[in-house]
């Protein structure tokens, strides 16, 4: 994940060309758009991961995440934090709490378009303390300040959301 964003900091001539390429593409040529592969199973599969303090200037954290829907990749992003994370695993759950939002909001576009899909979505975060602080129902002290969304991943992880549920890995 750490290569979609590895160019903020100094980007490059050449990025401004391969990104203008892009909008190029997609403004000349707008009936072709992004393929999607129709053999594919059509579940979708996300992962989410946070680069702890990287940004040098301000030593917030960069959220990044992607989803695919089957073999296509549907959505991605890469952001600085609003907020300076005290561990990874805060950065890890902000990450997370974000992936988690743009899930829920794919799924409610799916659901006005009467598209079905009856498959959970599939949550991989590559933190193993972050993993263990959601699987750990007991309230620590040293989470305080990341509570709320850790609430939220929660609630999303073991209800289920417009009759889809996630899973995390």
Not at 119 to 141: G, Q, R
């Amino acid at each position: 994940m750490q290569l979609l964003g590895q160019f903020m900091h100094q980007p490059k001539q050449s990025h401004l060309g391969s990104a203008l390429r892009v909008l190029r593409y997609l403004k000349n040529d707008p009936c072709l758009g992004i393929l999607m592969s129709s053999r594919s199973k059509m579940e979708f599969t996300t992962y989410c991961d946070a680069d702890w303090g990287d940004c040098p200037m301000t030593r917030k954290s960069i959220t990044s995440y992607c989803i695919e829907r089957g073999d296509s990749l549907i959505s991605w992003k890469t952001k600085k934090q609003s907020t300076i994370s005290k561990s990874s695993a805060e950065a890890e759950y902000r990450s997370m709490a974000a992936t988690i939002c743009e899930v829920i909001w794919i799924l409610s576009l799916q659901k006005d378009l009467n598209v079905k899909s009856l498959e959970p979505v599939k949550l991989f975060c590559d933190n193993k303390t972050t993993l263990h602080i959601i699987a750990n129902p007991i309230y620590h002290e040293r989470r305080k300040h990341i509570e709320i969304d850790c609430h939220m991943i929660k609630e999303k992880i073991l209800k289920k959301h417009h009759q889809h549920s996630l899973y995390s890995y």
